[in-house]
């Protein structure tokens, strides 16, 4: 039975039990996976045409905040509402951005200036090419340490945290 205490703040107040539990997530949901597409929380995705709004809500009716202009470039998405995506840059910019204008293809954005491109995954394997720092990629297979990417007609490997738009952790084959 509830009990009033200081302030009218209600304490619930009950016998101990072994069958109770704690949940933050009563719904039952895994809360690292999208309540809309059931697709894991957080995860990559690129921009799919040469420019994109970021909404400050989740609707057409919210104020424009910021503006993607770079076709293919990589967005973590945070959250789900609708047809419309939360995301984010590298910087943590962003917004809600409709889902039509984004892309399961993955890419990934260089970091470091003049970044190697090498031929293996490797750092004593040849340079095959150097990327400049803000160049798209395209990404390919990811192992623990090394991701395998494409660009401007050249490919190699590069060291994860060359550049960003892949987990730590993240394995592609």
Not at 65 to 92: C, I, N, S, T, Y
Not at 133 to 141: F, K, Q, S, T
């Amino acid at each position: 039975m509830p009990v009033p205490a200081g302030g009218g703040v209600v304490v619930l107040s009950q016998a101990p039990s072994a069958d109770a539990s704690i949940s933050r997530n009563p719904e039952g949901r895994d809360p690292n996976r999208g309540p809309v597409t059931n697709l894991p929380l957080p995860r990559y995705v690129s921009l799919k045409g040469n420019e994109g709004n970021a909404r400050r809500g989740p609707s057409l009716s919210h104020r424009i905040d910021w503006v993607f202009r770079h076709a293919g470039m990589p967005l973590r998405v945070v959250a789900e509402f609708g047809h419309w995506r939360r995301v984010e840059d590298k910087d943590g910019a962003g917004g809600w951005v409709h889902y039509a204008l984004l892309s399961g293809v993955r890419t990934a954005i260089v970091q470091e200036d003049m970044a190697e491109l090498r031929a293996k995954p490797t750092p004593d394997s040849d340079v095959v090419a150097r990327a400049e720092a803000g160049a798209i990629v395209r990404l390919g297979e990811c192992i623990v340490d090394w991701c395998r990417v494409s660009g401007g007609g050249e490919r190699g490997w590069v060291p994860k945290p060359v550049i960003w738009g892949v987990d730590a952790g993240e394995i592609r084959e």
